[in-house]
DNA sequence: TCTCGCTTTAACGCATTTTTGACGCCGCAC
DNA sequence: GTGCGGCGTCAAAAATGCGTTAAAGCGAGA
């Protein structure tokens, strides 16, 4: 399990860490949005505690461009408890908001219960037929017989699972594998598509693709 | 969807129920926590709106007999603030914890907080008829049936179903699929217009043309 | 430092899609 | 009737996207 802090106060940061850490997570942190939006391309972290009022860009701000890729939980820190900025953020997709100064069990205890309800949906293991993909452990199996994949393959897989039988498009598939920044790269794609292809043959699954639009994972 | 609210209080349930309907909600509610509890069972609402102060059981027991067998999402309501009345709550399985009194449009936003994680969420579809179009998905389904379309030919359908039954000026068609620099590029029009006649043939759809004007799609 | 495995880049042939050009039709104005 | 402009149709040409393969980077661990 690893959370993000993104925090430009370094008490806040220390605070959360021995927190955070304390129950078993691995911590990073970042000062600034920027770093922030990297680290959380770059780490892929499990949740993020997000400050809204950063030095170089605005909180929210933040946040809605991590929603355009990412569904990471995110939980929002605030030294202001104004209505309309609480609102504000749940619209571009907070999960919860806490404002400074705040209560470190309760911080915790509201990060468990988002983490509780994500966990729902992600540790209950992706399965679509013969392919059985385990989340917690980013291992696979088919038919039973595990299946070797690189962290790009797996990636990618579980996106085509978890919409199996429908569409994803380009742009999806390259934000959530490769990263907002690689939207257009979409000859990863077609190399990674590939790979699995080949990784999937003779099984009851198949890769295909709509031309121009992106890929789609069918069970024949 | 359907939200339970329990709470002895008529005026917050009045409140409650007058939010969440304007919201789309169908409400229930109980007014202590016997009768919450056999309303879950019964009705199986997907989200719970529940008061810690009950006349006849303490509401986190309520919650926590809950809990042995339903995992819906649940917004604990309280007078208190006490850290360790949240932490109870919070411990005993409840997804959010918002304190009296609270802003009507605050809560509705952390309802609609759980209810995204919960992933509850369907996108919403253009449709016209026989004729189902999906953004997300860029798919199309004519009479139940995939309706394959190439990226273009998607792109003009889609501008014409959003003002189905409405001319749709060239410069707009050509301004929304080909960019603002085809604006005069007519003639793609044409051949675009005819390859979805083809396309849409034998369905209740017709592309009809407004000369000099632009296009409409009409339902026979 | 070297090796190995993974990711990224590059290159090519092929299929599909988009663009372009050609032609005939129709309605309208002259 | 004739000429003209907008339209529908068709098909060839150009552009784009895809699958495939292989080689070049790159980083972690020996």
């Given at each position: 399990m690893t959370a993000l802090i993104i925090d430009d106060e370094i008490q806040i940061r220390r605070l959360l860490r021995m927190a955070l850490e304390?129950?078993?997570?691995?911590?990073?942190?970042?000062?600034?949005?920027?770093?922030?939006?990297?680290?959380?391309?770059?780490?892929?972290?499990?949740?993020?505690?997000?400050?809204?009022?950063?030095?170089?860009?605005?909180?929210?701000?933040?946040?809605?461009?991590?929603?355009?890729?990412?569904?990471?939980?995110?939980?929002?820190?605030s030294v202001r408890d104004q209505e309309a900025v609480k609102l504000a953020a749940f619209d571009a997709g907070a999960d919860d908001y806490v404002s400074k100064p705040f209560s470190t069990a309760e911080l915790i205890a509201r990060l468990t219960a988002i983490q509780r309800r994500q966990g729902c949906h992600e540790a209950a293991n992706l399965q679509l037929g013969p392919l059985v993909l385990d989340p917690a452990h980013h291992e696979a199996s088919l038919n039973g017989q595990p299946l070797k994949l690189?962290?790009?393959?797996?990636?990618?897989?579980?996106?085509?699972?978890?919409?199996?039988?429908?569409?994803?498009?380009?742009?999806?598939l390259l934000r959530a594998v490769?990263?907002?920044?690689?939207?257009?790269?979409?000859?990863?794609?077609?190399?990674?598509?590939?790979?699995?292809?080949?990784?999937?043959?003779?099984?009851?699954?198949?890769?295909?693709?709509?031309?121009?639009?992106?890929?789609?994972?069918?069970?024949?």
């Open positions: 304390s129950k078993g997570y691995t911590v990073r942190d970042a000062e600034i949005g920027q770093m922030g939006l990297q680290e959380a391309v770059f780490h892929k972290p499990d949740v993020i505690l997000l400050d809204l009022g950063l030095p170089d860009m605005d909180g929210v701000e933040v946040l809605k461009r991590l929603r355009e890729w990412s569904t990471v939980p995110v939980l929002i820190l690189t962290p790009t393959e797996y990636a990618l897989l579980a996106q085509l699972v978890r919409h199996a039988g429908k569409v994803v498009t380009l742009k999806q490769w990263g907002p920044q690689a939207e257009e790269q979409s000859h990863y794609l077609r190399v990674y598509a590939n790979h699995l292809r080949k990784k999937l043959e003779g099984s009851a699954l198949e890769i295909k693709n709509e031309p121009g639009i992106g890929y789609r994972l069918d069970q024949r």
